[in-house]
């Protein structure tokens, strides 16, 4: 169950986080003196930024902020705060916690909500002990002037989206099948409002998209390729903006077989799917006023006795061949599919979402997002503000045309690998092929999964991508 994050003009609540910036006096925090003292000698002798006050009947936290600092900074220092003190209410069982801060900091306590919430994300579906290991922390309440509700609404709407897309991430193939992906996806956005259709087999087969057939062929069960719209009367866009996501359910790699090591966490190779379909699910709730279309097409990769094997000739959706040279490089083949069929939107945008190459992991680890950009790059820079604004930042590689070169095949018209070097810009310019309109490419293989708890980014799914998707879309549809 997700957090919930509530206004409210007074609160009798006894466990209370008080937010207060450095140069402020700290009268008006309303401690008594012995606490007022204490909190005195910490913050001036101890120089500490954050206070724990154990008063019997209740917790009192507070912390000190730094005005000075750059806003996107101040902002992501208050998530992470937010996750040491949501800890820490765990930890003493606290069910409800208030937060108080003056008007001056509502964007600040926001922050700290939201760090909260979504540090307290579990995923215990599947354990005996779960009621045990549940969070006591359930509800969080914002004691400040001026905060409009929809901004509330907002928040926790992109908040519950997030944590959704974790439990998608985090679910295991064997209850999470391509045709179980989009049946949830679709029953999911249906219930905000939204329309959705799954193509079946049969149908994927007569459109003849071919990438998404061939990484099928090694599994008994069948691939699905789900389109999810929203496009609501007020809508500010003519031309609908289009999200992708890769939806490779499960990858051992196919014939090109991974290590056994590197199979452990790849019930995780969805993380794209998870992403557009819980940012298309967001902007639906909210209302936002856009037209705004998200496409996952979906299947596992596996090594069955039919399944497609380097060397194969395959012919995509829109009639392109492709020399498959290695079967483990299949995300950018079921993409192409849906990249192709998106064509058929005349889109403004379109953003691909996938976990596509080890290269772009090893390049910036988990700390960022690799992103490439086609006929986009004024748009990309509004992009860039809304990764700075959430935290998950931005990193533009280069798309120059002597990259493509390295897809050339003497058989095909494309190889779907390129060389040793720079194998994500490769796999984006692979995937460029079938685009003519402005297109976005993120590879989210570094931070879509983590296996080290990472402040509010627990360890598993990190539902990466729906935060900067919601923001930036937000800002749109507000310009």
Request: glycine share 8%.
């Amino acid at each position: 169950m997700t957090l919930s994050i509530h206004h409210i003009a007074q609160s009798d609540n006894l466990d209370r986080l008080l937010l207060i910036e450095k140069t402020e006096s700290l009268e008006q925090l309303q401690l008594n003196q012995e606490a007022l003292e204490f909190v005195q000698f910490q913050k001036t002798k101890l120089k500490k930024d954050f206070v724990v006050l154990n008063q019997f009947k209740g917790m009192t936290y507070v912390l000190f902020f730094d005005r000075e600092m750059n806003l996107a900074k101040r902002l992501e220092w208050c998530r992470k705060q937010g996750a040491i003190v949501g800890r820490s209410a765990n930890e003493y069982g606290i069910s409800c916690l208030t937060l108080e801060t003056k008007s001056e900091a509502l964007n600040e306590v926001l922050a700290l909500a939201e760090g909260i919430a979504l540090a307290n994300y579990q995923f215990l579906k599947y354990r005996k002990d779960a009621d045990e290991k549940r969070n006591s922390l359930e509800k969080v309440e914002i004691q400040v002037a001026g905060l409009e509700p929809k901004t509330l609404e907002d928040l926790n709407t992109v908040i519950e989206a997030n944590c959704w897309a974790r439990d998608l991430v985090n679910e295991p193939l064997n209850k999470l099948s391509a045709v179980d992906l989009a049946e949830q996806i679709s029953s999911k956005f249906r219930a905000v409002g939204g329309k959705a259709e799954v193509f079946n087999k049969r149908k994927i087969e007569a459109l003849k998209m071919g990438g998404l057939l061939a990484v099928n062929k090694g599994s008994i069960d069948p691939p699905t390729f789900t389109i999810l719209e929203w496009n609501p009367k007020n809508a500010k866009n003519t031309k609908a903006i289009v999200l992708v996501g890769k939806g490779v359910v499960y990858d051992t790699g196919g014939l090109s077989l991974k290590p056994s090591s590197g199979m452990d966490t790849m019930k995780c190779d969805m993380a794209g799917a998870a992403t557009v379909a819980a940012a298309i699910y967001a902007v639906a709730k909210a209302a936002l006023p856009l037209h705004v279309i998200a496409l996952v097409p979906a299947t596992d990769n596996r090594p069955d006795g039919n399944a497609y094997v380097p060397g194969d000739v395959i012919s995509m959706f829109d009639g392109t061949s492709v020399e498959v040279l290695n079967t483990d490089a299949e995300g950018r083949l079921i993409l192409a599919d849906a990249l192709a069929y998106a064509k058929k939107f005349e889109p403004e945008l379109v953003f691909n979402f996938a976990t596509l190459t080890g290269s772009a992991s090893r390049a910036i680890g988990s700390q960022g997002i690799v992103a490439m950009e086609v006929k986009a790059a004024e748009l990309f820079c509004k992009l860039a503000d809304s990764g700075d604004a959430v935290h998950e930042r931005v990193v533009k590689f280069p798309m120059w045309d002597e990259y493509r070169e390295q897809l050339n095949s003497e058989i095909a018209d494309l190889k779907n690998i390129g060389g040793p070097e720079a194998g994500a810009i490769t796999a984006g310019k692979f995937l460029e092929h079938f685009t003519d309109y402005p297109f976005i490419h993120f590879d989210i293989a570094g931070p879509a999964f983590i296996e080290k708890r990472d402040s509010y980014r627990g360890i598993g799914g990190t539902g990466i991508g729906v935060r900067l998707m919601f923001h930036y879309l937000n800002e749109y549809a507000k310009s």
